[in-house]
Structure formats: C-alpha cells, structure tokens
C-alpha cells in the first residue's frame, strides 16, 4: 500500500519545495523504503518544452521521452530513482485530457465541471503508473492561495478524505524571515500561510520553516500553537553551505522520524554515509578548478541547473572544488575572448537554440582548441565545435547551421526523420515546436579506441536527447581530414552522437545531455573526466 506525502509552499516561491522534496526522498530511502517523486505544476502549459529558460529555467527530460519541470533533476539526483514522463503533471495536461474525454463522449453526456471531473483527472494521474512503492511524493508547485493551484489542492484534500490520514500526510513549506531591524524572527508569514492552507480545508500535518538562523524553542511553540501541529512537528529548514547537506540537516531536525511516526512505521534510522561523505568533500577539497561556461541564459541560472550540478559531482569525483565563471557568449562578438577565458582551466558550451550569441560560441571553442584548454561541448555545443572546425581548419568558411537560416555548407541541419525502437518518427519545418524534438534516451555506439570509448569504459551508451538538428554527415569524410574524430554514432549508423580530438589534451562533442545523468553519489563518467582534465590544465597554468 502506498503512502502519499503531499509537499505545499506557502508565503513566497522559490523556497525550495523541490529540494525539500527530494531530500525527505532521499531519507526515506536510507531508512529502507522504496520512493517515487512527482510534481503537479499549475500552469496552463502542456508541458515545459516551449517555454523560454528566462521563464521557467532549464527543461529536464527522462529517459521514455518527457520534458518536465527541473525539480526532477532535483529528485533523480537525490534518491537516483529515473523519472518518467508519468512523475510531471500540469494543468494544461489535465485540461487537454479532460477536454478529449468530453469530446469522444466519454463523460456520458455530463456537464463537465472542475468538481469532479478535472479533480478526479488529477487524482487518477497522482495514483498512475505505481507499483510497489513505499512512499509517494507528490509536489504541488505555486503557492497556496494561488487561482491556479486550487483544482490541485481540491484533489489532494479529497485523497486525504478518501484515503485517511493513515496513508495520506500534508507537508508545508513557509517562510519565518528574519527582520533586522526589529531583530526578531517573523512567524506571522507561516501563520496566515497554514490559514490559506485551511481555507481549502487542508490542516498540516508537518511545517518546514525556512529561515537562514535557528529558531528559538519559544517561536516554534507559537507556530504549533497558532497552527495545529506537535511542536516536534515544526521542522526549521535552516540555510546549508550544500545542497547536499540537506538530507543530514533534515535528519538532525527529525524530520524523517515525524513522517515515520505519522505513518506509524518503526524503521531503523537511516543510513546516511553516502550524504557524509559527499558533504566532507564539498566541505574539505584538495584543490580547486576555474570552469567557463559560456551560455546565452546565463541571466537566470537555472536554465543551466542540471549542468551546473553535474560540474560539482565531477568536482566530488576529483576531490576538488569548482568554481564556475558564467560568461554570455555574446560578449565575445564585441571583445576578445582571451581576458575572459584565459583564467580558465576549462571551457563548456552548454545547449541552446537560436542563432543569438552563436559567433560567440564559436569563438570560445577556437580558443579551447588553439589554447589546448580542456573543451566540452553539450548539445549546441557539440554542433559549434563541428562549425569552428569546418570553417578554420576544414576551409569550409560559409560553414554554418540551417537554424540560422539558408547557408552554402550546412554542416548542422533539421532532423526530419529518425528511429526510436522499431519505429520512425519524422517533423516537417512547419510542425508543432512542443514535443518534437528528437526526446528522450536513444543508445550509441563508440569508436574502438576512442577517449569516450575510454571514459566510459563501454562500447555501447544510452544518453537523453532534446534537440531539433544534428551534424550533417555528408562533411564527415572533409571534418575527419581535419583530424575530428566522429566517435559515437547512433546503431544505424546514421545520427552523429559524439566528436572528438584525439591530439587534443580532452576536446569532447556530445549531441546528448549527459549532464541528466549525474549524481552527486554517481557522477557521470564524462563530467569526472573533464574535470580531471582541468585539474592537470590548473598544474600547467
């Protein structure tokens, strides 16, 4: 029988529900339970894939296909459960789905209403696709008194109705600032929070109190007080020097032994060596690395969240600290890029779409390739190391990318067909932008003797995609002239995975995200090797 756990926020976004979430994940999960991770988002899209990163930061995708919210990175990288595309739910899906039942008839003729037809979508979706799991979590995004949300909070206080508090526990999220000049810690915020939250006829059973000091005994007494709850059950969620710390300050707030005892579970306590050893690294590194990522959303960075994390788990791997030096890539359009990277023991260019800072890109990785700095290039940044080599060292200099427009030498162009399984799937130029791009996780095969071949220890990969063009293999033969090594390649032989520079100290292309893959207890295998490339390139500087 599962048990659900549904996660709220009140007071202000950004709290951190999804980081809550998957840190009470990854402590029930050291007890010896079996989790699973959800997120229910309110907005009225169908799914993050078109939405701007300014918007909505960074679009995670899982392995069967689905472009969801980035607190799914959060979740896979705490408890290392893989997602589907059934743990992302928005009210743009639910809307589609109840609108298509009405349409093929089968609501029977009913007025299709909120309550219950678009409610019991929700709940349908929250029980979905679960087997044997322990515990549920489910994240519902926004805050509490937000319209959007309420359909949402609606579901989840008639589960808790039906289902009973024995299989059905209410966790929320809130704000106790702290006013310095008053002095005093604020519990009135999470007080008219817990209030919204009962208005919709949900009492919590858990408040995690944000704040960035301890809160007193005295203050927390008051906001069980005023808000119905043990005072044990009042969990501060103090400010951490890692995000990796957070299961470990959790645990030291009891956090994990409320839900036990909610639930009536006598576990043993949790095993949290993995989370200890993690933090003694971050806390205590051996030496320290300088890495340039040179991006165009670097104005809000979590369009770059997973990437960002799986740079630190290399770290981890390394024993070193990393430090990371967001440069805009169009700043290298109007100045030379050697002030800003030269610092720098490494240089990745992240994915992206669009021509915008696009030269500047290139420019950074004909830096990384003249210099001998270790270079990695992720998705758009495989396609632009492909173009900086075509134009300087192939001669092709019209060489350029059909997402930019027409162009002579098209060495990156739009896939219009390719396989997954036993299927093909194909797009036209004037298709629908949301789910069509090549999505989801797709194997490749490595090159004998190659570095990835090498890195991965491995001749055949599974990585996850998101991309509308690839590598035009018609200039493979001219590019490997050049010495570019096309050293991954989809089975059939026709879709170009990965290039490399085997003369280079590490100059790597991958058309994939890896970066998806990483965890702090399991860095990715090509993260861990770049940055031990850039500890050798710090020895050289």
């Not at 037809?117 to 696709?129: G, L, N, P, W």
């Not at 019209?398 to 067909?417: I, K, Y």
């Not at 069509?436 to 001749?459: F, H, N, Q, T």
């Amino acid at each position: 029988m599962t048990r659900f756990i549904f996660i709220t926020g009140g007071v202000v976004s950004s709290l951190g529900k999804g980081l809550a979430s998957a840190a009470l994940g990854a402590l029930l999960q050291a007890r010896g339970f079996k989790v699973r991770l959800r997120k229910l988002d309110p907005y009225l899209n169908v799914d993050p894939g078109t939405m701007s990163p300014y918007q909505h930061g960074e679009v995670y995708v899982t392995d069967d296909g689905g472009e969801t919210d980035l607190d799914l990175g959060h979740y896979e990288r705490f408890t290392g459960v893989a997602s589907r595309k059934s743990d992302n739910i928005t009210t743009g899906r639910i809307y589609s789905n109840v609108i298509a039942r009405e349409r093929r008839g089968d609501y029977l003729g009913a007025t299709v209403q909120v309550i219950p037809h678009v409610t019991d979508a929700i709940k349908e979706f929250i029980r979905s696709d679960l087997t044997d799991e322990d515990f549920c979590l489910c994240e519902i995004g926004g805050t509490v008194g937000d319209i959007e949300s309420l359909p949402f909070l609606e579901a989840i206080r008639q589960m808790g109705n039906e289902l009973g508090r024995s299989q059905v526990m209410f966790v929320h999220l809130t704000l106790v600032p702290y006013i310095p000049s008053a002095g005093e810690l604020k519990t009135k915020p999470t007080q008219h929070s817990v209030k919204e939250l009962l208005s919709v006829g949900i009492q919590p059973d858990m408040l995690m109190c944000r704040c960035d000091r301890e809160i007193p005994e005295s203050e927390r007494r008051k906001i069980a007080l005023f808000c119905n709850v043990p005072t044990d059950a009042v969990i501060p969620a103090l400010d951490v020097d890692s995000i990796y710390q957070v299961p470990i300050s959790y645990h030291q707030q009891g956090m994990d032994d409320v839900v036990c005892r909610h639930f009536g579970f006598d576990a043993p306590p949790p095993d949290l060596k993995r989370w200890s050893t993690i933090a003694e690294r971050i806390r205590q590194p051996e030496g320290e690395v300088t890495i340039a990522i040179v991006g165009k959303y670097i104005s809000l960075l979590d369009s770059y969240k997973s990437l960002a994390e799986a740079l630190y788990h290399g770290g981890i791997a390394n024993n070193v600290r990393v430090r990371l030096n967001w440069i805009d890539s169009q700043i290298f359009e109007r100045e030379d890029v050697v002030s800003h990277l030269e610092p720098c023991h490494g240089i990745l260019v992240p994915g992206g779409f669009g021509e915008r800072g696009s030269e500047g890109k290139v420019e950074a990785v004909r830096f990384a390739r003249e210099r001998r700095v270790p270079y990695f290039g992720i998705c758009f940044g495989m396609q632009m190391a492909v173009i900086e080599v075509a134009r300087h060292l192939a001669g092709m200099t019209e060489a350029s990318s059909t997402e930019f427009g027409p162009c002579e030498m098209p060495v990156v162009g739009l896939m219009t067909e390719w396989t997954r399984g036993n299927s093909v799937e194909k797009r036209d130029h004037g298709g629908d932008l949301g789910g069509s791009m090549r999505l989801g996780a797709y194997e490749c095969l490595l090159k004998p003797g190659s570095r990835v071949r090498e890195i991965y220890g491995a001749d055949r990969i599974s990585e996850r995609h998101r991309h509308r063009y690839e590598v035009n293999l018609d200039y493979q033969a001219d590019l490997e002239k050049t010495g570019l090594s096309f050293s991954g390649l989809s089975p059939d032989g026709i879709l170009p995975e990965i290039v490399e520079l085997p003369d280079h100290p590490w100059f790597v292309g991958v058309q994939f995200h890896p970066e998806l893959k990483s965890k702090p207890f399991d860095p990715h295998p090509l993260f861990t090797s770049f940055i031990a490339a850039a500890v050798r390139q710090s020895r050289l500087v």
